[in-house]
């Protein structure tokens, strides 16, 4: 049974920073692709960041790219989005998710979800 927890999500003020964590177990984590989307009320749930086996391989949509970074260690199972120069329209429910083999920006090719962790901005 795998598990995704995230956690470290809250309000921030506009210009600030926050780190998100999400904790995996019952997979071969290494292996995996782990990946963030956001969803806000009334939109769709969107791609913000993914990484692959090797921390090397990592992938941002243009919209977050130079503000969010994506880091796993595969010794624990963890896998880090670092969000800076957080703007008010970065505010959403955060979710970490994972899928075997390589990288997908489609959150319908992503088997196992956490429960969200919800980023609040204010501006």
């Known amino acids: 049974q795998v598990q995704l927890v995230e956690s470290g999500g809250g309000l921030v003020q506009a210009g600030g920073s926050l780190r998100l964590s999400c904790a995996a177990s019952g997979h071969t984590f290494s292996f995996w692709t782990m990946a963030w989307f956001r969803q806000a009320p009334g939109k769709e749930r969107e791609f913000v960041a993914a990484i692959g086996w090797s921390r090397d391989m990592t992938y941002y949509p243009d919209s977050v790219k130079g503000r969010f970074t994506i880091s796993r260690d595969n010794s624990k199972k963890a896998v880090d989005l670092q969000i800076n120069s957080l703007k008010p329209e970065d505010t959403a429910v955060y979710y970490c998710?994972?899928?075997?083999?390589?990288?997908?920006?489609?959150?319908?090719?992503?088997?196992?979800w956490g429960q969200g962790t919800q980023v609040t901005v204010s501006s």
């Open positions: 998710a994972c899928r075997p083999g390589s990288y997908s920006s489609s959150w319908s090719t992503y088997d196992y």
